[in-house]
T-cell receptor, first 115, second 114 residues
Framework: GENVEQHPSTLSVQEGDSAVIKCTYS??????FPWYKQELGKRPQLIID?????GEKKDQRIAVTLNKTAKHFSLHITETQPEDSAVYFC??????????????FGKGTLLTVNP | ETGVTQTPRHLVMGMTNKKSLKCEQH?????MYWYKQSAKKPLELMFV???????ENNSVPSRFSPECPNSSHLFLHLHTLQPEDSALYLC?????????????FGEGSWLTVV
C-alpha cells in the first residue's frame, strides 16, 4: 500500500519568514495530494490540494509543488503569521477521480511561528 | 463551521463498558468516514460508508462497530476497548468517496479508556 513520509516533524520560524514542509510517497499511481491544517483542539481542514496533472498550485501565501518523478510534494507558506501555527498533514491517494477515502496521511508537522 | 458535528466531545470509559460515538453531517454529503488520530501517528482510516453502505473496513478490530442508518448519521459503537484505543476519533464526510471532493472533518471525540 501507499506510504507517506513527512518532514520535518516540528518546524519553528520567525514571523515573516517562509516555511516549507516536504512529503514523499511510495505509490506511483497516487494522483491526488491534499494538505490539511489542524489547529490545537480543532478539526483538520483542507487548505490546498494538487492533482498529478499540475506541478504547482498557489493560493495567496500558500503554495504546493509536486514532483511526480521523484514522488515528492511540498507545502510552502510565505510571510508566516502567528495564526499559521498548527499541525499540517500531507496526504496522498490514488483512483480514477482521486479517491478521498483511500487517503494515506503523513504523521504531521507542528509549525510554530514566533512573533 | 458546524457542517459535521460529533458527540460526545470527550468520553472516559472502562474496558468493560459499552458506549457509542455519534456523528451527524448537515452538508448533504453521501459518504461518511471514521478516522482514528493517535499521538505521533498518522491519521488512520477506519471505516467508509457510501450511501449508507460500508465500502471500507480497514482491518479494524471487532470491538469497534460502525452503524450508518442514513447518509447523514454515523455511529461508532464501542465495547471491551483497550487502553491503547485511547485517541481522538474523527468523523468526516464528503460528497462521494471517488470524485476527489474535499473531506470535511468533525471536531472529534476524545476517548480515554481506563
Amino acid at each position: 500500500g501507499e506510504n507517506v513520509e513527512q518532514h520535518p516533524s516540528t518546524l519553528s520560524v520567525q514571523e515573516g519568514d517562509s516555511a516549507v514542509i516536504k512529503c514523499t510517497y511510495s505509490d506511483s499511481a497516487s494522483n491526488y495530494f491534499p494538505w490539511y491544517k489542524q489547529e490545537l483542539g480543532k478539526r483538520p481542514q483542507l487548505i490546498i490540494d494538487i492533482r498529478s496533472n499540475v506541478g504547482e498550485k498557489k493560493d495567496q501565501r500558500i503554495a504546493v509543488t509536486l514532483n511526480k518523478t521523484a514522488k515528492h510534494f511540498s507545502l510552502h507558506i510565505t510571510e508566516t503569521q502567528p495564526e499559521d501555527s498548527a499541525v499540517y498533514f500531507c496526504a496522498a491517494s490514488r483512483g480514477s477521480g482521486g479517491s478521498n477515502y483511500k487517503l494515506t496521511f503523513g504523521k504531521g508537522t507542528l509549525l510554530t511561528v514566533n512573533p | 463551521e458546524t457542517g459535521v458535528t460529533q458527540t460526545p466531545r470527550h468520553l472516559v470509559m472502562g474496558m468493560t463498558n459499552k458506549k457509542s460515538l455519534k456523528c451527524e453531517q448537515h452538508l448533504g454529503h453521501n459518504a461518511m468516514y471514521w478516522y482514528k488520530q493517535s499521538a505521533k501517528k498518522p491519521l488512520e482510516l477506519m471505516f467508509v460508508y457510501n450511501f449508507k453502505e460500508q465500502t471500507e473496513n480497514n482491518s479494524v478490530p471487532s470491538r469497534f462497530s460502525p452503524e450508518c442508518p442514513n447518509s447523514s448519521h454515523l455511529f461508532l459503537h464501542l465495547h471491551t476497548l483497550q487502553p491503547e484505543d485511547s485517541a481522538l476519533y474523527l468523523c468526516a464526510s464528503s460528497q462521494d468517496p471517488d470524485s476527489g471532493n474535499t473531506i470535511y472533518f468533525g471536531e472529534g471525540s476524545w476517548l480515554t479508556v481506563v
